[in-house]
């Protein structure tokens, strides 16, 4: 081999190994991202299960099948947050039901819950 093949070699060799790093650099990065976005939503998922199975069992309803505004903020306050999840409860009168909205930085879930989706109502027997 003379000199020039040799350098040529060298730097082909170079910059396949540069290549080559920067490609398992990237793919560990979209990994690391992929498992904080996983673990994101995870969390934002058990949040919304807790909050189902608080409104579930607490006395949260008035008679006529319809959420009372202060039981449901006494009951969601009760729930400890962890620091990174926001909660937004909205109404929504054409259901009777909550809007329960939660997020985790620009990850967001967004949930109706119903009084007879919770169980509250009572089935109408004829």
């Not at 449901?72 to 400890?80: H, N, R, Y």
């Amino acid at each position: 081999m003379t000199l020039t093949e040799v350098l040529v070699s060298a730097v082909i060799l170079g910059i396949s190994t540069q290549v080559g790093l920067q490609g398992w650099t990237r793919t560990a990065q979209a990994a690391a991202a992929a498992d904080q976005l996983d673990q994101q939503l995870t969390q934002l998922e058990q949040r919304l299960l807790i909050t189902r199975r608080v409104l579930a069992k607490a006395p949260v309803v008035h008679p006529h099948c319809r959420f009372d505004g202060d039981a449901v903020d006494a009951a969601l306050s009760a729930i400890p947050m962890a620091p990174a999840i926001t909660e937004t409860v909205e109404d929504d009168r054409s259901t009777d039901g909550l809007w329960l909205t939660v997020a985790h930085g620009p990850v967001q879930r967004r949930q109706l819950l119903t009084p007879a989706g919770l169980g509250h109502c009572r089935a109408e027997v004829p």
